[in-house]
């Protein structure tokens, strides 16, 4: 996983995607955890790796904790972003107070 969060749980967008995901293909990582702000800077993966690797795209710390913690229950909740046949997505609402 890869971002940084505010004292609100938001999960905001970082530099050097490309390379980070590149990173985790090489190390043989399957998932990689994106902020959803980040999902333009895929365009410079390239296609190989984004077919070999899932990339869940996340809005709030929330939707990260689901997935490392409670993988059962967060992989039924999560849906396949449309244009990205291995890209899923975490939860789409906003939190309260967000």
Known sequence: M??????RGRVLSV????EKVLAAHRAGLK??????????DL???P???QEDIQIIFVDHVDD???LVLHPEKS??????????AKTET???TAPPGA
Request: zero cysteines; charged letters at 30%.
């Open 15 to 18: 530099g050097g995607i490309r």
């Open 64 to 66: 990260v904790l689901d």
């Open 47 to 49: 296609k190989k790796v």
């Open 2 to 7: 890869t971002g940084e969060i505010t004292l």
């Open 90 to 92: 975490g939860a789409q």
């Open 43 to 45: 365009v410079d993966v």
């Open 31 to 40: 998932n990689v955890i994106i902020p959803r702000k980040n999902s333009k």
């Open 75 to 84: 992989r039924s909740a999560r849906r396949t972003a449309p244009g990205k």
